[in-house]
Each structure stands twice: as C-alpha cells, then as structure tokens.
C-alpha cells in the first residue's frame, strides 16, 4: 500500500515574492524530491493544504490511515520530512509511536484525521 506525502507548492510562508519567484513551499517539495523518497511514499504536489497562516505544510495520508497535516516547515526540514513519512508507512494504522516521530512531527501537527470508512462495493 503506497502512502501518500501531499507537499503545498504554492504555499507562500507569509513571503512576498516578485515575479517568477520560487515559493518556500516549491522549495521544499524539491527539497524532499532531492533527499530521496523511500519506497511505498508517493510525494504528490498540490495547489493549497489550506494552512496558509502556518508556512510551508504536508500532508500524510493513506486508505484506512489516520492522516496529518504538519506546518511550519521550509526545505532545511526535508531530511526530518522524509524520515516521517517513513516511519507512517511503516504503521499500519498511520499511528507513529510518539518517540519515533522527527522533532518537527511532535511539535508541528496542525491536523490528526481519522480514517475514512472504507465500505466494500455491493456485488453487481
């Protein structure tokens, strides 16, 4: 099962920019892409997590997973990023036992979500 690791790109991190300018949240998803994605983690860029007044944000989440959302973070944060997503996909239930957590991910959670429901299909 392939975990997946939403990086805001367009995230501003409380930065005017001119012109062309990368924003911090660009900055980051590069930077995790730079620091090597372990197996089962998909990184997937996206346009907004919705915590714009908490700098650059992620998101963890997998089917039957709890998710998270982390803020507060810039590129100097890949290494400790990765090693998160790491440790939740290596938990089954998307719980990482506190101490196995990176710094940032005790201390920088903006969301715990629970699981959805997954409801099977009704036979055709």
């Not at 367009?10 to 924003?23: H, P």
């Not at 944000?57 to 090693?83: F, H, K, M, Q």
């Not at 719980?95 to 959670?109: G, H, L, M, N, Y």
Request: overall charge negative; some cysteine.
């Amino acid at each position: 099962m392939t975990v997946t690791l939403h990086v805001c790109i367009t995230c501003r991190a409380g930065q005017t920019l001119g012109e062309g300018e990368t924003t911090p949240g660009e900055r980051l998803h590069a930077a995790i892409l730079e620091a090597g994605v372990p197996d089962g983690v998909g990184v997937v860029p996206v346009e907004c997590l919705s915590a714009c007044s908490q700098g650059c944000s992620v998101a963890l989440s997998a089917p039957g997973r709890w998710c998270y959302v982390y803020g507060r973070l810039s590129e100097t944060n890949a290494r400790d990023v990765i090693a998160g997503a790491s440790a939740y996909a290596a938990a089954s239930d998307g719980i990482v036992p506190w101490r196995s957590r990176p710094e940032i991910f005790r201390k920088q959670s903006l969301a715990r979500i629970p699981p959805i429901a997954v409801v099977p299909e009704a036979a055709e």
